[in-house]
């Protein structure tokens, strides 16, 4: 079946360094893929997206790539900030609902 | 931000009695989802919805069970709770894309409510 993996961490990095969050993923066919963040007591909420291989989804300085090749979808942000501490998932889609699939979650936390 | 409530945002209860969490939006989506979140086991999908009336189990739907009656309400009952089930549940929304092309018209992102804390004792 579908599946995903990610660094699980957690990550702790110094205000302004470079962000990496690994992830891979197997599937059948042909996913969707995404990230998304969890800042504590919430919900999730999409982060970015990308639908096809060589896609790039960005938002909010973080960026990933859909690398069909290497099966990958690794999150990166060239500088972080404290307010970027949260939990990130990254996750598939390939058919409603029965297989939306996460991965366990990535903890980031940023120091001053 | 995507429309949706759910309630209540806390509750802590007893084991064997029923509970009923309720999750409500107003973005007219057509599919909604049921999740759990534990540590360690990240998100799991509980049941889903494809329409009213129209549910299917997910990975983890044994002792619970779900209603849709309207379109912008998706229930989740556990009909006798049991301390396994002391969880954050957490409801998604989302809706297929008619202008995408047909390959990604159902691989659209899905949309999170705030979550509902349940402590069952």
């Known amino acids: 079946g579908n599946s995903v993996t990610q660094m699980e961490g957690p990550v702790t990095l110094s205000e302004e360094a470079f962000l990496t969050i690994n992830c891979t993923y197997t599937?059948?066919?042909?996913?969707?893929l995404f990230w998304y963040v969890q800042y504590p007591g919430e919900g999730l909420q999409l982060l970015l997206k990308?639908?096809?291989?060589?896609d790039k989804g960005s938002n909010k300085g973080f960026e990933a790539t859909y690398r069909k090749e290497t099966t990958s979808f690794h999150l990166e942000k060239g500088s972080v900030q404290v307010s970027d501490s949260a939990v990130y998932f990254c996750?598939?889609?390939?058919?409603?609902?029965?297989?939306?699939?996460f991965g366990p979650g990535t903890r980031l936390s940023v120091l001053p | 931000d995507a429309g949706i409530t759910q309630s209540p945002r806390h509750k802590v209860t007893e084991t064997g009695t029923p509970v009923t969490l309720r999750c409500h939006q107003t973005?007219?989506?057509?599919?909604m989802y049921w999740y759990r979140q534990d540590p360690g086991h990240g998100l799991r999908l509980i049941h889903y919805?494809?329409?009213?009336?129209?549910?299917d189990k997910g990975e983890v739907s044994d002792g619970y069970s779900v209603s849709r009656s309207k379109t912008e309400d998706f229930l989740l009952t556990l009909e006798s709770a049991t301390s396994s089930q002391t969880s954050v549940y957490f409801c998604?929304?989302?809706?297929?894309?008619?202008?995408?092309?047909?390959?990604?018209?159902?691989?659209?992102?899905?949309?999170f409510g705030d979550g509902t804390r349940l402590s069952i004792l």
């Open positions: 973005e007219n989506h057509r599919y």
């Open positions: 996750a598939l889609s390939e058919n409603y609902g029965q297989n939306f699939v």
């Open positions: 990308a639908t096809k291989a060589d």
């Open positions: 599937a059948t066919g042909y996913p969707s």
């Open positions: 919805s494809y329409g009213v009336k129209d549910t």
């Open positions: 998604a929304i989302s809706e297929p894309d008619p202008t995408a092309p047909w390959d990604e018209y159902s691989n659209q992102p899905q949309h």
